[in-house]
Every structure is written in C-alpha cells, then in structure tokens.
C-alpha cells in the first residue's frame, strides 16, 4: 500500500515570490506520481507528472516538481506566483493495482497581493 | 467528447432519503472510480469498478452502493442518507494507464 504525506496544510505566498508544496510518499513498488490542482468550487486538473526518465518535470503555467527517490519526495515549486495560482494543490501517488490513485489531505496556497 | 460528467452537480437531502449520483464517460474506459473530498482529508476511495459488471470497495464504502450495468456508467447510491455523507463526490475514469485519471466536475451533496 501507499501513502502521501502533504506537510503543509496552508502556505500564505506573496505574489511574485517562490513557493514549494512539500509531498513525500511511502511505498514498497516503484510509483507513478503527480500533481492535480482545483481551483475554487472546480473539479481536479493535472498539473504535471513524474513517470520515468528525467526527475525534474514542468507544467506548462511555470510550475515544476522534481522526483527524489532517495527521500521519497514530490516536492512542488514555482519561481513566481501569480494571484491566479490560489487553488489547492493535492500531491498523488499509483503503485499499480486497480484501485488508482492514493491522494494526499492537500495544500491550500494563499496567494497575498 | 464530454469526458467525464456527473448528474446532478448539487443536491440537498434530509437524513434518511436516498439518491443516486451518475457518472458517464465517453472515452470507452474500463476503469471508474468514486471518490468523497472533505476539508482536510483529501480525497478517499468510495469504490471502483474494472469494467461491466464489476465493482470492489475502496477506502471508505460503508453506506454506500454501486453499480456498473452499462460500460460508460458508474452509478453511485446512498439508501439512507446521513449528515455525515455530507461532502463533494467526485468520479473518474481510467484506460488502459491505471494511473492516469480523468476526473468529473464533482457532486455537492448536503445531507440536513
């Protein structure tokens, strides 16, 4: 089995400053990770993903997530938020089996002006 | 292509009634799945389905039934509603790549 551990329930950020929403996870497979974003009253997104090949992965509005198999972490980061980036952010993480995805409890990212 | 959509989108009941929620996928998946999302728990596995026919309990079944008679279908049922069942549900479907989701909208239900 496996579990997510998001350490962060809440991160308060001013706009244009670096933020990282930390994610480790336990398992005893190798696993698939990811990041889904909701904003307000919406349904979950994908935000990136890590399946094989280069630890580091991007999205494609400034966010990046870098794979550490050694300390069995997701970490999140983004350089420079914006007021649009207020969402919650819930780290996720496959280990095969037909029960899909094990979610973390999630971060709430405050974005301040 | 809708992708996954969920019927109705909000419902408000009194204890002990009971309703079913829909979730339809038009992306020929085998896989679907029922999840509830309260504040500070993250989202919990109500039950899953491998395909027609199949069903299997997740993390959090007690209260609930499903039922999988049509591919695209995935119907989720409370018989007896309780305020504790008060949450947003969220279904999703998966193809051949388990670990890739397709998540619904969402259902707001309130349970007076």
């Known amino acids: 089995a496996q579990s997510v551990t998001q350490l962060d329930s809440q991160v308060p950020v001013f706009e244009e400053a670096p933020v990282e929403l930390r994610c480790n996870y336990s398992?005893?497979?190798?696993?698939?990770l990811f990041w889904y974003v909701q904003y307000p009253n919406q349904g979950l997104q994908l935000l990136l993903k890590?399946?094989?090949?280069?630890?580091l992965v991007e999205s494609i509005n400034g966010f990046e997530a870098e794979f550490n198999k050694s300390q069995t972490s997701f970490h999140l980061r983004k350089p420079s938020v914006h007021i649009s980036d207020t969402a919650e952010y819930f780290c996720?993480?496959?280990?095969?089996?037909?029960?899909?995805?094990?979610f973390g409890k999630g971060t709430h990212l405050i974005i301040q002006p | 292509n809708a992708g996954v959509t969920q019927t109705p989108k909000f419902r408000v009941l009194k204890t002990g009634q009971s309703m079913t929620l829909l979730c339809a996928q038009d992306m020929n998946h085998e896989y679907m799945y029922w999840y509830r999302q309260d504040p500070g728990m993250g989202l919990r596995l109500i039950h899953y389905?491998?395909?027609?026919?199949?069903?299997a309990k997740g993390e959090v079944p007690d209260g609930y039934n499903v039922s999988r008679l049509k591919k695209q279908n995935f119907l989720l049922g409370l018989e007896s509603a309780a305020p504790s069942q008060t949450s947003v549900y969220f279904c999703?479907?998966?193809?051949?790549?388990?670990?890739?989701?397709?998540f619904g909208p969402g259902t707001r239900l309130t349970v007076t």
């Open positions: 996720a993480v496959y280990g095969g089996g037909a029960d899909g995805l094990t």
């Open positions: 389905s491998v395909g027609e026919g199949t069903t």
């Open positions: 999703a479907s998966s193809g051949l790549f388990l670990a890739e989701q397709y």
């Open positions: 890590y399946l094989s090949g280069s630890t």
């Open positions: 398992s005893s497979v190798s696993v698939y």
